[in-house]
């Protein structure tokens, strides 16, 4: 019986821009294809990501790579919101139905910069933020581990007490979900910016559960 809704979120919760995102980056002066290239994250940009540095850290590597420190929080917070293309309406109401018969995890890949933004009200149209809509927040930078490493997904479960047959994991990312999959976690593979909600309901059913 699944009881448990763990969701990725660039791409699943929020509609994700990474050409704009690249596009910001570049604009100060960085190399987005040789830090979050077809690859991943690596360098400085990883290790915000996994909370070996922090967002103060990060933006004093930014000014050694520049060359300069003219760059604040807020500067650098608007590179990363590049990403962010706003969460459609279908996505609050979807995951407000499943609130009601489900416990929701967000298990993410992310950094305070990005956080910071949506756990305000400017999250949503609706002025609601990201933890209204979840439970529990699994945050890499917070887990000191990034996905698809295995254990992510087992501290996770140990965190709250899971079972990983009771869980079921949506990612838009090929290699999270069968990384999920080998620690027996239920898993749904999404296109990235798409309506999941369909295959949802279809792999819930094809679990057993109708909603």
């Not at 079972?163 to 090929?174: N, T």
């Not at 027996?184 to 679990?207: C, Q, Y």
């Amino acid at each position: 019986m699944i009881k448990h809704l763990l969701f990725d979120m660039g791409g699943v919760v929020f509609t994700q821009n990474t050409q704009e995102a690249f596009r910001r980056f570049k604009a100060i002066g960085l190399d987005p294809n040789y830090y979050m290239g077809e690859y991943g994250q690596k360098d400085f940009f990883l290790d915000v990501e996994t909370g070996d540095i922090s967002a103060d850290d990060f933006i004093k590597k930014v000014a050694e790579v520049r060359g300069n420190n003219d760059l604040s929080w807020d500067d650098l917070l608007q590179c990363w919101l590049g990403f962010f293309d706003g969460v459609r309406s279908k996505v609050v109401e979807d995951l407000d139905r499943l609130h009601r018969d489900f416990h929701l995890c967000l298990l993410s890949n992310t950094n305070p910069f990005i956080m910071s933004h949506t756990k305000s009200k400017a999250f949503t149209a609706e002025g609601r933020p990201i933890t209204d809509f979840f439970d529990t927040l699994f945050l890499s930078y917070e887990m000191g581990i990034c996905k698809p490493d295995a254990r992510i997904f087992l501290n996770a479960l140990e965190m709250e007490q899971m079972k990983a047959d009771e869980c079921l994991f949506i990612d838009d990312s090929k290699k999270n979900t069968d990384a999920a999959e080998k620690v027996g976690i239920h898993t749904l593979f999404v296109p990235s910016n798409s309506d999941w909600m369909p295959a949802l309901e279809e792999r819930l059913k094809e679990l057993d559960v109708n909603i």
